[in-house]
């Protein structure tokens, strides 16, 4: 293994590791081994599987309400004030890679252990925090030995990965598995400005 500099406080350097697909199956598998309190692999799986279709950042996980979701129409609604920079409301289309998805949370909706408004509780409060949703993501990939690759062609540690990993991981799968476009990533990502997506994501077209 070639080890990487990844740690970093700054969200540009954090969003230079990514999983590809299989490291994304690895890490929901990992959701549902012994170390994972049975109770909370549901809630994991729904939360690693949501993040992975939508790239939605983790400070966003932490405040969608279930009653942002409509399952039936496999959208997700992001009011103004839970989105960064407080941007306009979003619905994100769930789409062809929200089927999974969807399943995933319909079968952790039908059993969560408790109901608050919040889609993700946690053990001690009605929501996860954002510190919470990192150190849930960061313990799976520790679980199930999950290496990122990162910017310059090695893979980094477990350890490294993040929810923004899984945020830059749907922009790798937009660009090297859909053939997608770096306007495609910034309309999946809701970036500002192309500008952003260019710096952040450049690197995933094929040269």
């Not at 969003?15 to 309190?37: F, G, H, M, N, Q």
């Not at 053990?123 to 954002?130: A, C, G, K, V």
């Not at 980094?156 to 306007?183: C, K, N, Q, Y």
Request: charged share 30%; proline share 5%; with cysteine.
């Amino acid at each position: 293994m070639t080890r990487k500099n990844t740690r970093s406080t700054n969200t540009e350097a954090q969003a230079k590791t990514w999983l590809k697909p299989e490291d994304v199956d690895e890490l929901r598998d990992a959701c549902y081994t012994s170390e994972v309190p049975t109770y909370l692999q549901e809630r994991n799986d729904a939360l690693v599987a949501l993040l992975y279709d939508t790239g939605i950042r983790r400070q966003e996980a932490s405040l969608i309400d279930v009653d942002f979701l409509d399952l039936d129409r496999r959208t997700l609604r992001l009011p103004s004030h839970i989105q960064k920079g407080d941007p306009p409301s979003a619905t994100l289309d769930l789409g062809k890679w929200g089927a999974d998805s969807t399943r995933a949370l319909r079968r952790y909706l039908d059993r969560r252990w408790k109901d608050p408004d919040a889609l993700f509780p946690s053990r001690q409060s009605e929501r996860m925090s954002p510190a919470s949703v990192t150190r849930t993501v960061t313990r799976l990939a520790e679980i199930a030995g999950v290496e990122p690759q990162v910017v310059d062609g090695g893979t980094g540690d477990p350890s490294d990965v993040t929810p923004h990993t899984l945020r830059h991981s749907v922009a790798f799968r937009v660009i090297r598995e859909e053939g997608g476009r770096l306007e495609d990533v910034q309309l999946r990502l809701r970036h500002a400005n192309l500008a952003t997506t260019d710096r952040v994501y450049s690197h995933l077209r094929s040269r």
